[in-house]
Protein backbone atom coordinates (compact mmCIF):
# COMPACT_ATOMS: atom_id res chain seq x y z
CA UNK A 1 0.00 0.00 0.00
CA UNK A 2 1.41 3.47 -0.70
CA UNK A 3 1.31 5.91 1.53
CA UNK A 4 -0.10 9.55 0.48
CA UNK A 5 1.02 12.54 2.42
CA UNK A 6 3.68 15.40 2.78
CA UNK A 7 7.27 15.56 2.16
CA UNK A 8 9.81 13.53 4.29
CA UNK A 9 11.41 15.23 7.09
CA UNK A 10 15.08 13.27 5.33
CA UNK A 11 14.46 11.08 2.03
CA UNK A 12 15.61 7.40 3.22
CA UNK A 13 15.77 5.08 -0.15
CA UNK A 14 17.45 1.78 1.63
CA UNK A 15 18.55 0.62 5.20
CA UNK A 16 21.17 -2.05 4.94
CA UNK A 17 22.88 -3.28 7.89
CA UNK A 18 21.24 -4.15 11.41
CA UNK A 19 23.65 -2.73 14.67
CA UNK A 20 23.54 -5.31 17.31
CA UNK A 21 25.41 -4.32 20.72
CA UNK A 22 26.65 -7.12 23.07
CA UNK A 23 28.70 -7.81 25.93
CA UNK A 24 30.97 -9.81 24.48
CA UNK A 25 31.77 -10.26 20.70
CA UNK A 26 33.72 -12.99 20.91
CA UNK A 27 30.80 -15.18 22.61
CA UNK A 28 28.26 -13.53 20.27
CA UNK A 29 29.84 -14.84 17.43
CA UNK A 30 30.27 -17.70 18.37
CA UNK A 31 26.22 -17.90 18.88
CA UNK A 32 26.04 -16.43 15.75
CA UNK A 33 27.90 -19.63 14.20
CA UNK A 34 25.81 -22.48 15.96
CA UNK A 35 22.66 -20.78 15.80
CA UNK A 36 22.56 -19.56 12.38
CA UNK A 37 25.67 -20.32 10.42
CA UNK A 38 27.09 -17.40 10.43
CA UNK A 39 30.68 -17.71 10.82
CA UNK A 40 32.92 -15.27 8.54
CA UNK A 41 32.89 -12.06 10.30
CA UNK A 42 35.49 -9.17 9.97
CA UNK A 43 36.47 -7.52 13.32
CA UNK A 44 38.10 -4.43 13.95
CA UNK A 45 38.98 -2.12 17.39
CA UNK A 46 36.99 1.02 16.90
CA UNK A 47 38.82 4.24 19.15
CA UNK A 48 40.27 7.55 18.47
CA UNK A 49 43.19 6.78 16.83
CA UNK A 50 40.96 5.65 13.68
CA UNK A 51 37.66 7.60 14.46
CA UNK A 52 36.66 11.00 15.81
CA UNK A 53 33.36 10.70 18.57
CA UNK A 54 31.27 13.26 20.16
CA UNK A 55 28.41 11.55 22.78
CA UNK A 56 25.40 14.10 23.61
CA UNK A 57 27.14 16.65 21.86
CA UNK A 58 30.56 16.51 23.39
CA UNK A 59 33.99 14.68 22.05
CA UNK A 60 34.51 11.64 23.59
CA UNK A 61 37.30 9.00 23.50
CA UNK A 62 35.43 5.90 24.08
CA UNK A 63 35.86 2.56 22.13
CA UNK A 64 34.76 -0.51 21.33
CA UNK A 65 34.77 -4.09 18.90
CA UNK A 66 32.82 -4.50 16.08
CA UNK A 67 32.24 -7.45 13.85
CA UNK A 68 30.81 -6.97 10.69
CA UNK A 69 29.84 -9.75 7.85
CA UNK A 70 27.26 -9.74 5.18
CA UNK A 71 24.32 -11.71 5.12
CA UNK A 72 22.67 -11.82 1.15
CA UNK A 73 22.63 -7.67 1.15
CA UNK A 74 22.06 -7.12 4.67
CA UNK A 75 25.42 -5.82 6.60
CA UNK A 76 25.11 -7.69 10.08
CA UNK A 77 27.42 -5.29 12.80
CA UNK A 78 27.89 -6.59 16.57
CA UNK A 79 28.99 -4.35 18.54
CA UNK A 80 30.95 -4.43 22.25
CA UNK A 81 31.51 -1.18 24.42
CA UNK A 82 35.32 -1.29 25.68
CA UNK A 83 36.36 1.65 27.18
CA UNK A 84 34.61 5.23 28.38
CA UNK A 85 30.63 5.88 27.66
CA UNK A 86 28.76 5.85 24.61
CA UNK A 87 25.89 5.04 22.87
CA UNK A 88 26.01 1.63 23.00
CA UNK A 89 26.99 1.27 26.33
CA UNK A 90 24.63 3.38 27.83
CA UNK A 91 21.95 0.89 25.31
CA UNK A 92 23.55 -2.16 27.15
CA UNK A 93 22.82 -0.65 30.80
CA UNK A 94 19.13 0.41 29.38
CA UNK A 95 18.63 -2.31 27.35
CA UNK A 96 20.74 -5.13 27.51
CA UNK A 97 21.98 -6.70 24.61
CA UNK A 98 19.80 -6.12 20.71
CA UNK A 99 18.90 -4.19 18.22
CA UNK A 100 20.88 -1.07 18.33
CA UNK A 101 20.29 1.11 15.30
CA UNK A 102 18.99 -0.01 11.68
CA UNK A 103 21.30 2.45 8.93
CA UNK A 104 22.26 3.47 6.86
CA UNK A 105 20.20 6.20 5.88
CA UNK A 106 22.78 7.51 3.40
CA UNK A 107 22.30 11.32 2.63
CA UNK A 108 24.28 13.74 1.10
CA UNK A 109 24.45 16.39 3.45
CA UNK A 110 24.57 14.86 7.02
CA UNK A 111 24.40 18.00 9.28
CA UNK A 112 21.50 19.36 7.18
CA UNK A 113 19.39 15.89 7.75
CA UNK A 114 20.86 16.03 11.29
CA UNK A 115 19.38 19.55 12.31
CA UNK A 116 16.11 19.01 10.23
CA UNK A 117 15.32 15.71 12.37
CA UNK A 118 16.87 17.27 15.99
CA UNK A 119 14.41 20.32 14.96
CA UNK A 120 11.68 17.73 14.61
CA UNK A 121 12.30 16.62 17.89
CA UNK A 122 14.78 13.29 17.04
CA UNK A 123 17.87 14.23 19.21
CA UNK A 124 21.57 12.98 17.52
CA UNK A 125 23.28 10.45 20.08
CA UNK A 126 26.23 10.19 18.79
CA UNK A 127 28.71 11.23 15.56
CA UNK A 128 31.58 10.05 14.26
CA UNK A 129 34.30 10.82 11.69
CA UNK A 130 36.48 7.78 10.17
CA UNK A 131 39.72 9.33 9.37
CA UNK A 132 42.18 8.66 6.84
CA UNK A 133 46.30 7.59 7.13
CA UNK A 134 46.62 11.74 6.86
CA UNK A 135 43.61 12.58 9.64
CA UNK A 136 40.97 13.40 6.70
CA UNK A 137 37.13 12.46 6.96
CA UNK A 138 36.50 10.12 4.48
CA UNK A 139 33.03 8.90 6.03
CA UNK A 140 30.49 10.21 8.75
CA UNK A 141 27.88 9.02 10.86
CA UNK A 142 25.65 10.07 13.28
CA UNK A 143 22.96 8.12 14.96
CA UNK A 144 19.27 9.82 15.27
CA UNK A 145 17.12 8.60 18.15
CA UNK A 146 13.75 7.55 16.58
CA UNK A 147 12.31 5.50 19.22
CA UNK A 148 9.77 7.85 20.30
CA UNK A 149 8.10 7.40 16.71
CA UNK A 150 10.19 4.08 14.99
CA UNK A 151 11.11 2.13 17.92
CA UNK A 152 14.32 2.35 17.29
CA UNK A 153 17.82 4.92 16.50
CA UNK A 154 18.72 4.78 13.00
CA UNK A 155 22.27 5.71 11.83
CA UNK A 156 22.36 8.46 9.27
CA UNK A 157 25.21 8.84 7.01
CA UNK A 158 27.99 10.46 4.53
CA UNK A 159 30.84 10.14 2.48
CA UNK A 160 32.42 6.52 1.17
CA UNK A 161 29.51 3.41 1.20
CA UNK A 162 30.14 1.41 4.09
CA UNK A 163 29.99 -1.62 1.92
CA UNK A 164 33.11 -0.23 0.30
CA UNK A 165 34.60 0.01 3.26
CA UNK A 166 33.57 -3.43 4.20
CA UNK A 167 35.44 -5.03 1.39
CA UNK A 168 38.76 -3.10 2.57
CA UNK A 169 38.32 -4.40 5.65
Known amino acids: MKMAGSVPLVKVSELFQAGIVVRDLDESMKRYQSLLGINSWKV ?50 KHGEGLHHLGHARVPDLDRATKALEKAGFPTVETGETLGGSGESFHKWAYVDMTASLGYIIEFSSGIDPRESFKMM
Do not use: C, N
Request: net charge neutral; aromatic share 10%; hydrophobic share 40%.
Open 44 to 93: VTIDSSIVRLTYRGKPSQHSFKAAFTMLGSLMIELLEPLQGTGTYREFLE
